[in-house]
């Protein structure tokens, strides 16, 4: 049976319990009272009175039985078609519902159901369905976009590499040294894509095993590695604060700060630079922050920088440390799998400014 004629009868049974239970409360408190006979009195006296007729219990019975009998059917077809009707107008606001599903089913998230009237429990359900589907619309794209971009991002170095052997099989003269160091260079390139993306898809699983790590020891161990990169390019690179515990996977985290030590080398003054790699414990949270100078940057271009493959405007390097535009993307992704937060303000005198916040762990 359908949900709807499930409450159609329920209704139905409830109002004919309630006239029953209001039957017997007659039988109870008043008919029970009644004598089975009765004898009629004739008055007497100067002026004389016939008879009084005074039922007995039997003729109440006789009368009110089957009036009873007809308020109880009048009860239950009454029960029947009010419960249909008030069932449907209850039901309605959850066929809505459904339909929005079918509709969802179907591949087309940008329906909305957008029901009006009163805060009830189906307006609750129907807001928080809305929402849903606006976030699952907003992943999906997301995915896409991200497909999109990785498949050209993959297929530029293939081509480059395809047209380098074509060159060399058309110019059996070339310089073969020149043409392995340039095809060394593009599947380098390739390889590291590959291995981002792998690790951006680990980190939004959130697939790893946790431990406690002090984010203090995985700053001084990132900065040591890229301290001889920090020299090349005559940046002053220091690790300050003390002891942030977290719990999440050393390797990913020690990612996080590589990748943001990193950007702040790169993407810093020519000369006189400087990187600043901070870390504490505020209340519940372990914050690590690093701080670099460089050029202003324009509010608007910082939501854009942790989106994948965006290097922002006028940032893409074309040196040894171009990047592939997961950076930051890996960040987010990795401190999100960790809940923690990230948060990237431009510095008051240039640079940008990027504060992790990790839930902190005794």
């Keep these: 049976m359908s949900v709807r004629l499930k409450l159609t009868l329920s209704y139905a049974g409830f109002v004919m319990l309630a006239g029953g239970l209001l039957l017997v409360t007659v039988w109870v408190f008043l008919l029970r009272y009644v004598p089975e006979s009765t004898t009629n009195a004739e008055v007497t006296g100067p002026f004389s009175v ?5 039922p007995n219990r039997s003729d109440l019975l006789r009368a009110f039985g089957p009036r009873a009998a007809a308020v109880l059917i009048f009860l239950l077809n009454f029960g029947l078609l009010g419960g249909w009707v008030l069932a449907g107008r209850m039901l309605a606001p959850l066929t809505r519902i459904t339909n929005a599903t079918r509709v969802a089913a179907d591949g087309s998230l940008s329906h909305r159901i957008r029901m009006e009237g009163r805060q009830d429990e189906f307006r609750e359900l129907s807001d928080a369905f809305d929402a849903m589907l606006a976030r699952l619309e907003a992943n999906v794209a997301e995915q896409q976009r991200f497909a999109a971009n990785a498949s050209h991002e993959l297929r530029t170095p293939l081509a480059i590499s395809r047209t380098l052997l074509d060159v060399a099989r058309q ?5 073969r040294g020149e043409l392995i160091e340039r095809l060394d260079v593009v599947n380098r390139r390739a ?11 680990r980190g939004e699983r959130g697939n790893f095993t946790r431990e406690s790590v002090d984010l203090s020891l995985v700053a001084e161990e990132a900065a040591e590695t890229l301290l001889p990169l920090a020299e090349q390019r005559r940046i002053s690179l220091d690790v300050t604060g003390g002891a942030a515990r977290t719990s999440g996977s050393a390797e990913l985290l020690l990612r996080v700060v590589t990748n943001l030590v990193q950007n702040a080398v790169v993407h810093n003054l020519p ?5 600043l790699v901070h870390t504490e414990e505020q209340g519940d949270a372990s914050v690590l922050r690093v701080e670099n100078t460089g050029r202003r940057l324009a509010p608007e271009l910082i939501p854009a ?3 994948p493959f965006q290097r922002g405007t006028e940032r893409t390097r ?7 535009g997961l950076g930051l993307a890996i960040v987010h992704s990795i401190v999100r799998a960790h809940n923690g937060t990230l948060d990237l303000v431009p510095g008051r005198a240039g640079g ?3 504060t992790v916040r990790l839930p902190r762990t005794p």
Excluded: C
């Design 352 to 354: 940008l400014l990027v």
């Design 191 to 201: 390889i590291d894509l590959t291995e981002a993306l792998l690790l951006l898809s």
């Design 271 to 275: 000369v006189g630079g400087t990187v």
């Design 171 to 175: 110019d059996p003269t070339r310089d």
């Design 305 to 307: 920088l942790i989106e």
């Design 318 to 324: 074309t040196d040894e440390h171009a990047g592939v």
């Design 50 to 54: 016939p008879a009084m007729f005074v």
